[in-house]
Every structure is written in C-alpha cells, then in structure tokens.
Nanobody, 128 residues
C-alpha cells in the first residue's frame, strides 16, 4: 500500500508560480512512477506530468512543457511539481498518483487508469 499526501496549493495571480509537493509513504518505491494530474470543474481529470522514481525519466503533457517541471527527492520520498507562468486556465484540483512499472520507460504515462494510488488533491486557483 502506498499513501500519497499533496500540499502546496493555493491562490496565486496569473504569471506567478507555485510548487506542489507529494509526500509518499508505504511500500518501497523502486519500480514505481509518480504522476501529477489535474481536474478543473466540469472537466475530466487530465495528465500533467510523470517521473520514474529510480531513474528520473520525465514525461509532460505537450501543452504544459516549458512551464511545469516535475522532480523528485528520493531521500524525502517526495515528488514536486514546479508550476511557473501560471494562467487562469491552470486552475484545478491537482492530484498526485503512483503506479508500478517495469523496464526503463513508462508506457502511456498519461493514462490515469494505469495508476494504482491517488492522493486527496490540492486546490490551485490562478486569478486573472
């Protein structure tokens, strides 16, 4: 079992930055990948970014490349999402998720159905 707890959400003005954290606990994380998803009101949950825990290979939604950066601190069992140049359309609940995988690269990192564990979410609101 893996427990995930997000933090760092809040209210920010357009153009500002936020860093979200996801603290993971439970089973050993070698062989897992961590992802961030977001869900805006009335919309489906969408992929933001993912990172493999051991090697640190990263994946991003094409529309967010260059503004969002995912990273991890193995010693702290924590994954981060640095969000820069925020826009009102980035307003959403942001969720951290974990999945098991084998090999070096993730297959379909954007597929939320492949993630086994989810955090409770943290609200990000970007004002114009």
């Amino acid at each position: 079992q893996v427990q995930l707890v997000e933090s760092g959400g809040g209210l920010v003005q357009a153009g500002g930055s936020l860093r979200l954290s996801c603290a993971a606990s439970g089973r050993a994380f070698s062989g897992t990948a961590m992802g961030w998803f977001r869900q805006a009101p009335g919309k489906e949950r969408e992929f933001v970014a993912a990172i493999t825990w051991t090697v640190g290979v990263t994946y991003y939604a094409d529309s967010l490349k260059g503004r969002f950066t995912i990273s991890r601190d193995n010693a702290k069992n924590t994954v981060y999402l640095q969000m820069d140049s925020l826009k009102p359309e980035d307003t959403a609940v942001y969720y951290c998720a974990a999945r098991w995988y084998s090999g070096t690269f993730l297959i379909a990192p954007e597929n939320r159905g492949k993630y086994d564990y989810w955090g409770q979410g943290t609200q990000v609101t970007v004002s114009s």
